[in-house]
């Protein structure tokens, strides 16, 4: 059992995770913390986006040493923003266990480095899927789980996906709907490009759906 769970993220931040962090942090033993990020891309400024990661973790760890006599648990929920940081000591302590997401896996074998060295500093990484598990597992990181985003939405008020189709005029066609933000890591671009391979016939009978913001 663990005394409390702290979770690491950008407060504020509207696009971000701010709002479910903002949920759970009602949750009894749940704390939020900050990592005053100032978004500095690293292909565009690659000595400063590395000086704000390393600022960005070493005010974390400060701020989770303020437990130090509890059990917790630290969750990053933008892992993506610390893997790459070359030189760093084990996080994961005695009474500390150490979780992180990432949202987009690494194409580069340099990424794909910092990234295993970064397993051997925490307790776990969470994967979204068997595929992006599977991925990890393919480089060698075992200390990964796959837990599938949840949705916590009511649809027993809902209509029949046939029922919807009919009302809208899309019967008899196949829908595919993409929803979240409209970013790279999304994948968005390889959906609409694979579109050219099929046949006018079959492109006719296809409604792609966009929800998100561009």
């Given at each position: 059992m663990y005394d409390r769970i702290l979770l690491v993220d950008l407060v504020g931040d509207t696009v971000g995770h701010y709002c479910m962090m903002e949920s759970l942090s009602k949750v009894d033993k749940t704390v939020i913390i900050d990592t005053h990020?100032?978004?500095?891309?690293?292909?565009?400024?690659p000595i400063k986006g590395y000086v704000e990661r390393?600022?960005?973790?070493?005010k974390v760890i400060r701020e989770?040493?303020?437990y130090k006599g509890e059990k917790v648990i630290v969750?990053?929920?933008?892992?993506?923003?610390?893997?790459?940081?070359?030189?760093?000591?084990?996080?994961?302590?005695e009474n500390r266990k150490i979780i992180a997401n990432i949202h987009s896996f690494p194409d580069s074998r340099i990424q794909r480095m910092l990234l295993k060295n970064f397993s051997n500093k925490i307790?776990?990484?969470v994967a979204t899927s068997d595929y992006e598990r599977n991925q990890f597992v393919e480089?060698?990181?075992?200390?990964?789980?796959?837990?599938?985003?949840?949705?916590?939405?009511?649809?027993?008020?809902?209509e029949s996906k046939q029922a919807l189709k009919k009302k809208m005029g899309l019967d008899g066609n196949i829908v595919i709907t993409a929803l979240g933000g409209i970013r790279f890591e999304k994948g968005l671009d390889i959906?609409?490009?694979?579109f050219k391979y099929l046949s006018e016939e079959e492109k006719e009978?296809?409604?792609v759906n966009i929800v998100g913001k561009p």
């Open positions: 990020e100032r978004k500095i891309k690293l292909r565009k400024s390393y600022r960005m973790l070493y989770v040493n303020r969750h990053f929920l933008t892992g993506d923003k610390f893997y790459g940081i070359p030189l760093i000591k084990s996080l994961e302590k307790t776990t990484f480089i060698g990181i075992n200390n990964v789980v796959c837990i599938p985003w949840p949705s916590f939405y009511d649809y027993s008020g809902i959906l609409l490009t694979s009978k296809i409604v």
